[in-house]
């Protein structure tokens, strides 16, 4: 059992910190034709990074953006929370708080990507007509899974 609760806990911490660098790199479309990408925040290309995003005012971004930051504020109040209840819990109780917050940060990771893919997938709406998805992008698909996996398995153990 011991065991199995390290293994979540490091997998958590793996989940917060590719949440973390999902969100803050802008590698979500990477251009086919030149070495250029657009994030969350920034447009970068080989000369550098720029503020300036040609869709940066689109309602769809910022709730993209939103909830990002919501699913890391999610992830790491769950991590506290399993922390807590580790130390202060009675035998025998289950860790349905940190599964409960999990799940909520796996559905604010699932509303953020699909808007994203709905909107920007394979460079519909970015400048680059002719892209693929970048190393974020995925980075944010796998803590949907990740986070999907740490919330169920929270809810189903018990503190022995």
Not at 30 to 35: A, E, I, L, N, P
Not at 105 to 128: D, E, P, R
Not at 129 to 155: A, D, M, N, P, R
Request: net charge neutral; with cysteine.
């Amino acid at each position: 059992m011991l065991v199995l609760l390290a293994g979540i806990f490091v997998v958590h911490i793996a989940t917060v910190i590719m949440l973390f660098v999902s969100t803050i790199a802008n590698v979500w479309v990477v251009s086919d034709f030149t070495k250029a990408s657009v994030g969350l925040w920034k447009n970068c290309t080989s000369d550098g990074c720029d503020d300036v995003l040609s869709y940066a005012s689109e309602d769809a971004l910022k709730a993209v953006q939103a909830f990002m930051i919501l699913s890391i504020i999610f992830s790491v109040i769950s991590l506290v929370v399993f922390v807590f209840q580790l130390f202060t819990m009675e035998k025998g109780n289950r860790f349905f708080l940190s599964g409960a917050t999990m799940l909520v940060c796996w559905l604010c990771i699932m509303v953020g990507v699909s808007i994203y893919t709905h909107h920007y997938a394979n460079g519909q709406g970015t400048q680059y007509q002719s892209s693929h998805h970048g190393y974020s992008f995925i980075l944010t698909w796998i803590c949907f899974c990740f986070s999907f996996i740490i919330g169920v398995l929270y809810l189903v153990l018990r503190k022995k």
